[in-house]
């Protein structure tokens, strides 16, 4: 069945346009409940966490009655980083973990992302069969089975001790002067609160949450405003986090940006060396820098690539019995710790290393060259299909003939807006410039 509400990583989309609206969300509750909850028993609980936009609200609310509409009961942690409703789902013996965000979109826009008990996001199959079971409507529970919903005050700091805890307590913090940039999102309160607990030196950016400003020239995917941060308060690193904290970048001291892959190198390197890397191969996407293939396969790893995005690392890492993996927008999952991926935790990781050799962040965030890499978007309207446009096709034959093996190209839908990705990976800069040029004027022509 081809899925029309679920994404790469759940429901996505702007607040109050679909699917993303209050009745779809009560819908979607109603037929997420019914599918954990299928044997009438009224012990069944859901964890319900989101991070900082205003239409949180509304989502949380609708949400909770279409669940607590199928006898599911509820718990409402508020403001939790993702991570956090992926461990709090198996700590309180829930049935269904949900988070409520757009992770690093704009603040207009939403997303309802969903947990097995195990932690783990759900699979595809399970997804199709809640949206079979949303667009086919499920019965509601009889009036003395109707779920209950309650706040939970503790979760954050649940989640803050978790994280804490897989640092050694062996490597405190103390002289580490760290620029922590929440985004204004999910980690506002969590992300300093831990890092000051450990005994760093905190300097918080992003974290005056207004539910319009999540994202907004913050985060790891607008670093400049941490990097400012990092120079001019003298600190020794900063990590820069997204809406919902499970993804990072890590600053230097010198303001420079590292991203996922050259962390996951320097984490894979760390851990094989300590006997630690299972399977002794890092898992990560068709997106990661050929420059991380090569330094691994140097180390005498793997590189094992999956689709983009998180969830299909996780499930090539469970299914292969790895431990670390990630991508290049800075999702790592270290699933000796965590179930999805955890901003704070590898950001943690990476301070460990600096302890642990007594070096820069600067000198532990160039593990390798990177391959020169050109990434352009492309946005269409619905019910557009550039793809299939012959003229679009054409191009991409060309510029795979061009390219003849000397590099890599890869052009995809994302899974999370409607946008066309051309990206192209080549060590000729102009012939990288002009095969992604050419191919994106004829995407936009299209459209």
């Known amino acids: 069945m081809a899925r029309k509400l679920f994404g790469t990583d759940g429901v996505r989309g702007t607040a109050n346009l679909h699917p993303m609206t209050a009745e779809m969300a009560l819908k ?19 964890v319900i966490g989101k991070d900082t936009r205003l239409s949180g609200y509304m989502f949380e609310n ?32 829930a049935d269904l973990g949900v988070m409520i965000s757009a992770s690093h979109n704009h603040a207009d826009d939403n997303g309802i992302k969903f947990f097995g008990p195990d932690g783990f996001k759900l699979s595809d199959e399970a997804e199709a069969e809640i949206e079979a079971l949303v667009l086919s409507g499920v019965e509601p529970a009889q009036a003395q089975n109707i779920g209950r919903a309650k706040r939970v005050d503790d979760g954050r700091f649940r989640y803050i001790e978790r994280v804490k805890s897989a640092l050694p ?7 580490l002067k760290v620029v922590i940039d929440c985004a204004n999102g999910a980690a506002y309160r969590a992300a300093p609160e831990a890092l000051w607990e450990l005994g760093a030196d905190v300097i918080p950016v992003g974290v005056d949450p207004n539910g319009v400003n999540i994202n907004d020239n913050c985060g790891s995917t607008s670093t400049q405003t941490a990097a400012e941060a990092v120079v001019a308060h003298g600190a020794d690193v900063g990590i820069a ?15 420079s940006v590292a991203d996922g892959d050259q962390l996951m190198a ?14 002794g191969a890092l898992v990560a996407t068709v997106m990661s820098n050929l420059g991380l293939e090569r330094f691994l396969v140097g180390k005498g790893l793997k590189l094992e690539r999956t689709a983009v995005g998180d969830r299909y690392v996780v499930e090539r890492m469970r299914k292969g019995g790895f431990n670390l993996g990630g991508e290049q927008s800075g999702h790592i999952v270290m699933t000796d710790y965590a179930t999805t991926g955890d901003g704070l935790l590898a950001g943690l990781q990476f301070l460990a290393a600096m ?7 600067s000198a532990l965030t160039k593990s390798f060259e990177t391959v020169p890499q050109l990434l352009q978007n492309v946005r269409y309207g619905t ?13 991409i034959a060309d510029a795979e003939a061009r390219l003849n093996g000397s ?5 995809r839908k994302s899974g999370t807006e409607p946008l066309i990705r051309v990206m192209a990976e080549c060590e000729d800069n102009a012939l990288l410039q002009d095969v992604v040029t050419s191919i994106v004027a004829e995407v936009k022509a299209s459209v």
């Not at 979607?28 to 859901?46: E, K, L």
């Not at 302890?355 to 962040?361: D, I, M, R």
């Not at 557009?384 to 003229?391: D, G, H, V």
């Open 383 to 395: 019910g557009q299909k550039p793809l299939e446009a012959p003229s679009v096709k054409a191009a």
């Open 28 to 46: 979607i509750g109603a037929a997420v409940g019914r599918y954990f909850r299928n044997d009438g028993n009224n012990q069944h609980r859901v």
């Open 241 to 255: 986090l997204d809406g919902d904290a499970d993804r990072l970048m890590i600053i230097d001291e010198n303001g």
């Open 169 to 175: 307590s062996a490597l405190p913090l103390r002289g």
């Open 62 to 93: 609708a949400l909770t009655a279409g669940l607590t509409s199928t006898g599911m009961n509820v718990f409402l942690l508020g403001p939790v980083p993702t991570p956090a409703v992926g461990l709090l789902t198996t700590s309180v013996r």
């Open 407 to 411: 590099g890599r190209l890869l052009i």
């Open 266 to 279: 320097l984490f894979a390197d760390r851990w094989a060396q300590a006997g630690r890397l299972k399977g």
């Open 355 to 361: 302890v642990e050799t007594g070096k820069p962040a």
